[in-house]
């Protein structure tokens, strides 16, 4: 009796022995969180962001705040447009590539370096029968970073303002950062308790890139609106905590200086660097003298499948599959005109792909079809920029 037993326990821990570990890997391999794309890592992260209409092959070099564009075969780059979050140092340093649009291949051919000016260079090879959309954007750590294993301090104060903020969050939250006040929305759950929040200086009245950096909580941080003249400038981060009770946030918001100088002796400047800003694009697109720019503005909650119609100043949805969407607004800064144009879709927030699927032409009563597809968990909230010329 006493053998029986023996055996008994032996059997029984070696089957622990063998069924532990593969419950663990299981585990592991069913809660590994799956990466969002357009959420920044918990750092200080600096980005160039590219977009253009590619028929074969060019290559888009970055050096500083200069961007020079070569096509080596087929048709020229058009309708080109790209933004710094800030300049790209001039020290040997990675970059990451992150492809947002484009059937075909995109590659990061070099990182800067001194042999070649400190400049990195994207290849793109569209050799599909005509034309596509392409966009694309290069991450770096910021400059800021410690060498001496103090890890991140923050943008410097050199180049950068910021607003930090921490609170505890229960269900789904939106704050909201305007001049020097933050105001907190309750989208569901119990809401905001205790929020703290510290402006170095006042978010400007103005256009400006906001990085988000330094986030902390068990659950969801992202930037969901940035400033704008629509939006009276404000910038919007959606705080989404999806287990049970409150839960400990925080993070900061970054935006450069005005006109401040860089490490090589560039200057600030938006209407230079990326001169189809929000603000330059709602004025020309309102009978300015430069090209209409961004035309249309859409948001809204996405779950599934879904078709945006443009035609004329008219705007409408048609739901195809998952759920439909929610909080859909949008805005005209001018009308989709009656004849063949090339329109051109950005996705500013939203974790999935969207793309236009039919250009205006005789044969659709000149009406411009982009679909936004969101095949993850739940929904998210999208935000997009339309043009066309």
Not at 58 to 81: A, H, K, N, W
Not at 83 to 108: C, H, I, K, W, Y
Not at 165 to 170: F, Y
Not at 340 to 363: D, F, H, K, L, M
Request: with cysteine; aromatic share 12%; charged share 25%.
């Amino acid at each position: 009796m006493k053998i029986n037993k023996l055996g008994q326990f032996k059997v029984s821990v070696l089957w622990s022995l063998l069924v532990v570990p593969f419950l663990i890997l299981t585990a592991q391999a069913q809660w590994w969180p799956n990466p969002n794309p357009n959420q920044y890592p918990n750092s200080g992260v600096s980005r160039f962001r590219w977009e253009g209409v590619v028929d074969g092959t060019s290559t888009v070099r970055i050096r500083g705040r200069r961007v020079d564009v070569e096509t080596y075969s087929g048709l020229p780059v058009q309708r080109q447009r790209y933004e710094f979050s800030d300049a790209l140092p001039r020290t040997n340093m990675n970059v990451q590539l992150v492809v947002f649009d484009g059937r075909d291949r995109v590659r990061l051919i070099q990182s800067p370096r001194a042999n070649n000016d400190f400049t990195a260079v994207v290849r793109i090879d569209d050799r599909s029968g005509g034309r596509d959309f392409y966009s694309f954007e290069l991450r770096w750590n910021d400059r800021d970073y410690r060498d001496d294993g103090g890890g991140w301090t923050g943008n410097s104060p050199r180049n950068s303002d910021y607003v930090t903020w921490s609170g505890r969050v229960d269900g789904e939250s939106i704050i909201r950062f305007r001049s020097d006040q933050a105001f907190d929305q309750t989208i569901n759950g119990q809401g905001v308790f205790g929020g703290r929040y510290r402006f170095s200086s006042p978010l400007p009245n103005r256009s400006v890139d906001v990085n988000l950096s330094n986030t902390n909580g068990r659950g969801e941080i992202v930037i969901v609106e940035q400033p704008s003249r629509r939006n009276n400038f404000t910038t919007a981060v959606l705080v989404r905590d999806r287990q049970s009770g409150a839960g400990n946030y925080s993070f900061t918001l970054v935006w450069p200086k005005q006109n401040y100088r860089d490490t090589d002796n560039g200057r600030w400047d938006r209407r230079n660097d990326y001169p189809y800003d929000n603000d330059d694009r709602y004025d020309r697109g309102n009978g300015g003298n430069g090209r209409s720019g961004r035309v249309v503005s859409w948001s809204g909650r996405v779950d599934g499948r879904d078709l945006i119609y443009i035609r004329g100043n008219e705007l409408w949805m048609d739901h195809r599959d998952g759920q439909p969407v929610n909080d859909a607004n949008h805005s005209f800064y001018s009308a989709l005109p009656n004849r063949q144009c090339a329109v051109t879709v950005r996705r500013v927030n939203g974790r999935g792909n969207v793309r236009v699927i039919e250009q205006p032409s005789p044969y659709n009563n000149y009406t411009a079809v982009i679909q936004v597809e969101d095949r993850d968990n739940g929904s998210d909230f999208y935000n997009l920029d339309i043009d066309w010329q």
